[in-house]
């Protein structure tokens, strides 16, 4: 890391690209070090809690943006668990606290990104959470066969084995804010997640691919664990690199992936919905692929009141962060 001119070291600058429980899981390891954090959070989401916010309010998707909040908030364990906590009965049921809080500030404020602002004041963040764009943009697939399909939370349950484009509607443009998060990176952290409903979203917001290209930091790709039937069956640590550099438009200097097997009892749970582990596949060059075991022995808790199904198969975030500072130092 870089030294001012009083002898004082400068934190390492990094950005973490995505959403999601993988987003989640890496900046929750990351807390950990006296690290210049920053999450750039794709604003695709339209399920669960999330997508009757936006229809029934008019506000920006709150979901992805809690979760990164409260990954980073330094507050007590009763303030996160408060705003994860899940309504299980009534007409509130399925909403999360957070999100709530946070379309209520957007409210109040006039600003999605001032109410970011706010929850992190109360939240006490060790870094930032930046929406990718303050437009308020829908996930579209087009099918080869001409179908279109509208909505994030509708691609993700929908078969892509035939996908023609992916797009957003409108485009979107990016947040300066985001931008430059980018710029000033001294490292930039792709991944893990869906990967067309929560990594792919991003690259499409006018701007973010652009920065990410012309930033000087290192590019760090984490691999998924999982294949997801109907979106990526048959993909190795190799095909997911290559469609990452794809959307981004250029080389990604490091990819962190699995090397390990988990119980056969849990490969034949995730079988049972057609989903299969991710092979490294042959010939990656140990210069650029870091490979290691990656999985969490914990497994999380049903939220009640939940009515998504979460996954089981999660990254380990400590043996994560050490390896993703690793790379970039």
């Known amino acids: 890391?870089?030294?001012s001119k009083r002898g004082r070291e400068k934190k390492l600058r990094i950005v973490v690209l995505g959403g999601g429980t993988g987003t989640f899981t890496v900046l929750s390891g990351l807390k950990k070090y006296p690290l210049d954090l920053s999450a750039v959070v794709s604003m695709a989401d339209d399920g669960g809690s999330t997508g009757m916010l936006r229809d029934e309010l008019g506000v920006l998707p709150p979901g992805?943006?809690?979760?990164?909040?409260?990954?980073?908030s330094t507050s007590d364990r009763t303030m996160r668990a408060l705003m994860n906590y899940r309504f299980s009965s009534g007409r509130l049921k399925g909403h999360s606290f957070g999100n709530l809080l946070l379309s209520a500030l957007e409210k109040i404020t006039g600003s999605f990104d001032k109410a970011v602002e706010k929850a992190s004041e109360i939240l006490r963040l060790r870094g930032k959470v930046i929406p990718a764009t303050l437009d308020r943009v829908r996930l579209v697939a087009r099918l080869k066969d001409g179908r279109v399909i509208r909505g994030q939370s509708m691609i993700h349950d929908h078969n892509l084995h035939h996908l023609k484009k992916i797009t957003?509607?409108?485009?979107?443009?990016?947040?300066?804010?985001?931008?430059?998060?980018?710029?000033?990176?001294?490292a930039i952290v792709i991944g893990p997640g869906g990967f067309y409903s929560s990594l792919v979203p991003t690259f499409l917001i006018s701007g973010i691919p652009q920065a990410i290209r012309k930033s000087r930091a290192k590019k760090i790709y984490i691999c998924n664990l999982m294949n997801k039937a109907g979106h990526t069956d048959g993909f190795t640590v190799k095909k997911f690199t290559e469609k990452i550099e794809e959307y981004v438009g250029g080389t990604i200097d490091y990819v962190i992936y699995n090397n390990k097997r988990p119980s056969a009892s849990l490969i034949t749970r995730y079988a049972r919905e057609g989903e299969r582990l991710v092979e490294p596949g042959p010939h990656l060059p140990r210069t650029r692929f870091v490979g290691a075991d990656l999985i969490s022995k914990k497994f999380p808790k049903p939220q009640k009141g939940d009515v998504l199904t979460r996954n089981l198969i999660r990254h380990n975030q400590d043996t994560l962060a050490k390896l993703i500072l690793a790379v970039a130092q």
Request: proline fraction near 6%; include cysteine.
């Open 1 to 3: 890391m870089a030294t």
């Open 64 to 72: 992805d943006i809690r979760q990164c909040l409260v990954a980073l």
């Open 168 to 186: 957003l509607d409108p485009k979107g443009k990016a947040n300066p804010k985001a931008m430059t998060a980018l710029r000033t990176a001294h």
